[in-house]
């Protein structure tokens, strides 16, 4: 069989869809699937890939919410590839404009066509024709829920993780110096400023705590706000003069493993209702004990006191109770990391989720 996955950008853009990509090419070829990336990146990180993966870039999915600069071009390359099945990710509905692509695509050359929603996006945007797919999937029973109101029918496929690769050595608050993490993109609607706020609280009390924001240059951003952003926690951070108790951090997929395992306590303190949270499993697969918003997706992965701890979002004193309590009993913060990491490699396992995908492939329907 062979498969061509579709999304706006790869490796080095950092984002849970590039990730779930490096993961999802890679156990489809070593389960013997021949794999077709098709992206807008045009220098994407092959050396994250087996090398039985092949890329191809085009200028449309460059160019989100914009109309095809050649009418057809996509869809015929599409149709080239001699694929079997072509599964988008997170096209919809952004990429509206581009659904006579894959329609050519379909009639021209590939049998089925899947789709997978990683996101929420605005309501305008959604085609009302949704026949064109074989198989529409959420990648959580929120976002599920969230589109169902919209008009879109989708199938729950939560998102897993390579566990192998996410596999900390070193267990986490064991040091005096109490490490916390936020990984997530630096955009404001995952609560960066919160991370900071507790930051401030904690030394405030005297904690020998620091903490490492993961600063993100390229991401996928259609609203052109993230550079601000970024400029905006800058300017915090130097204002809290904080000196080494902080510090801003850019890492590649494949260094992440390694930040994780140099943090004791990861916090995802989101403020908008996360449609999943990949960077959360992937910090449970590290055995960290993991402090998030109870917004969204993330309660879908996360059961507070067993596999993380959840807060209700924005509000500062609950999350700064929590990271003390795992700061003043590192024994359930272990405890927590162990069960988290469990969770993951029962129920997330990558290799898992690729067969069963490939089943819905190969049985062409639901």
Not at 239 to 248: A, E, Q, S, V, Y
Request: with cysteine; proline share 6%.
């Amino acid at each position: 069989m062979r498969v061509a996955l579709v999304h706006w950008t790869l490796p080095p853009t950092v984002g849970g869809v590039e990730t779930h990509l490096v993961d999802l090419a890679n156990s489809y070829t070593s389960l013997g699937i021949d794999v077709v990336i098709v992206s807008g990146e045009p220098f994407p990180s092959i050396e994250l890939f087996s090398d039985r993966v092949a890329f191809y870039c085009h200028d449309d999915l460059r160019r989100p919410l914009n109309c095809p600069t050649k009418p057809g071009s996509l869809g015929r390359l599409l149709a080239s590839l001699e694929v079997q099945v072509i599964h988008a990710h997170n096209i919809l509905p952004l990429g509206s404009q581009l659904l006579p692509e894959f329609r050519l695509a379909k009639a021209t050359g590939a049998s089925l066509l899947f789709h997978t929603s990683h996101s929420e996006w605005p309501t305008s945007q959604w085609p009302e024709d949704h026949t064109l797919w074989d198989g529409m999937f959420a990648v959580s029973t929120y976002l599920k829920n969230r589109l169902l109101r919209l008009g879109v029918p989708t199938t729950v496929t939560r998102l897993p993780v390579d566990s192998e690769a996410f596999n900390s050595r070193v267990a986490p608050l064991e040091r005096a110096n109490v490490s916390l993490l936020h990984p997530s993109r630096l955009v404001e609607e995952k609560g960066s400023s919160l991370s900071l706020d507790l930051l401030e609280l904690l030394l405030g009390e005297g904690v020998d705590v620091n903490l490492t924001i993961m600063e993100t240059p390229r991401v996928f951003d259609i609203s052109d706000n993230a550079a601000a952003y970024t400029d905006k926690i800058k300017c915090m951070i130097a204002d809290l003069n904080l000196g080494t108790r902080i510090k801003l951090l850019t890492a590649s997929v494949i260094e992440m493993r390694a930040v994780y395992e140099a943090s004791d306590i990861v916090l995802y303190p989101s403020i908008f209702p996360e449609p999943y949270g990949l960077a959360v499993l992937e910090a449970m697969s590290c055995e960290r004990p993991v402090v998030a918003s109870a917004a969204g997706g993330l309660r879908e992965n996360i059961q507070h006191g067993g596999t993380g701890l959840l807060f209700r979002p924005g509000h500062l004193r609950e999350l700064y109770n929590l990271a003390k309590k795992l700061i003043l009993q590192p024994d359930l913060g272990r405890r927590i990391g162990k069960d988290a990491r469990q969770y993951v490699v029962q129920e997330r396992s990558v290799r898992h989720f690729a067969k069963s995908m490939i089943d819905v492939y190969r049985a062409g329907c639901f």
